[in-house]
Nanobody, 124 residues
């Protein structure tokens, strides 16, 4: 079992930055690929970014590529999402997710564990 707890959300003006964190209670955090997803009101949950077990491989949604950076610290059992140049369209609840295995995973159905989410609101 893996428990995930997100933090770092909040209200920010357009053009600003936030860093989300996801603390994982996993015996072997490095055994899991991790991902960030988001869900805006009235919309389906969408992929944001993913990272493999070592941090050596990442992938991003086109809408955030070049603005967001996913990273992990396996020694601290923590996943991060650095979000820069934020836009009002980035407003959503952001979720971290985990799946056991190598490689990277871009669809929500592939993930086994989910956090409760953290709200990010970007004002114009």
């Amino acid at each position: 079992q893996v428990q995930l707890v997100e933090s770092g959300g909040g209200l920010v003006q357009a053009g600003g930055s936030l860093r989300l964190s996801c603390a994982a209670s996993a015996r072997r955090f490095s055994s899991y690929a991790m991902g960030w997803f988001r869900q805006a009101p009235g919309k389906e949950r969408e992929f944001v970014a993913t990272i493999n077990w070592s941090g050596g491989s990442t992938s991003y949604a086109g809408s955030v590529k070049g603005r967001f950076t996913i990273s992990r610290d396996n020694a601290k059992n923590t996943l991060y999402l650095q979000m820069d140049s934020l836009k009002p369209d980035d407003t959503a609840v952001y979720y971290c997710a985990a799946v056991s295995g190598v490689g990277i995973f871009v669809t929500a159905a592939e993930y086994s564990y989910w956090g409760q989410g953290t709200q990010v609101t970007v004002s114009s």
